[in-house]
C-alpha cells in the first residue's frame, strides 16, 4: 500500500494550504519525498498544516532541474540533511552544488532502485531531461512525474520495458501528444495536474479513470 499525499500544486484541493506554481508530493510509507516546488515557505508550510515533519523524511528524489520542482532544496534539506538526495546526471553544477552543502546526492544515470517497491527511470528525453518515480502495486505500476517533459507516453513504454505494464500516473504531463492520450487508454488510475495543458480532454477522454489532483490531495493505492 502507498499512501501519496500532494503537497505542493497550483491547482487547489484543500483550504487551509497554499497553492503554487510546482509539483511535490510525499510517499508517506516511504518517507520520501519527490521535488520541492518553487518555495520552501510554501512547502514546508503545507507539510506544517499536513502535520508532517520534514526531521523524519528518508529520501528526496528529484525529477528534473526546473525551479518550480527544486526551488525547496535549501528549505528541506536544512530542516533534515541527513535525507538520501536522488538525482540524475543531468542536474546542472548549480544545484549539485546547493545539495552539496548539505549532504551529496546521489546520481544516477539509469534504471535504479532506490527502496523495496520504488525506482526511478533514470534521465529520459532530449531537451530537458527528467526521470520519473515507479512505485510497485498489485494492479501494475504508478508513474509519478514532474512534468513529464519528454512524454508521458515514453515513460509509460520505459516503465513496460524495465518492470512491466502502467496501472497508473499522478503528477505533471505538460503536453499531452494525441500519442501520449492513446498510451493513457490502458492506464486505471489517472491524476494529472500541476503543468498538465489538456486537463479538460484527458477528464473528458478517460472519465472513469481520471481523478482530480491538486495540493492537499490524497492518493490511497490499495
Known sequence: ??????????????????????????????????????????????????????????????????????????????ANPSMEVVVHDAFSEKTLSLIRNYTEPRIVDGWTEIADGIAVTGPLGTDIREQALVLSTPGGYLVVTGCAHPHIGRIIGEVFSKAGPVWGAIGGLHTVSGEDIDALAGVAYLSASHCTVNLAELRERYPDSFRPGGVGNVHRID
Do not use: K
Open 1 to 78: 500500500m502507498f499512501t501519496i499525499t500532494e503537497l505542493y500544486n497550483n491547482i487547489p484541493c484543500r483550504e487551509g494550504l497554499t497553492a503554487d506554481w510546482g509539483f511535490s508530493c510525499l510517499i508517506e510509507e516511504a518517507g520520501l519525498l519527490f521535488d520541492t516546488g518553487e518555495r520552501g515557505d510554501v512547502l514546508l508550510a503545507n507539510m506544517q498544516t499536513l502535520g508532517i515533519d520534514p526531521g523524519e523524511l528518508r529520501s528526496l528524489v528529484l525529477s528534473h532541474d526546473h525551479h518550480d520542482h527544486i526551488g525547496g532544496i535549501a528549505a528541506v534539506l536544512a
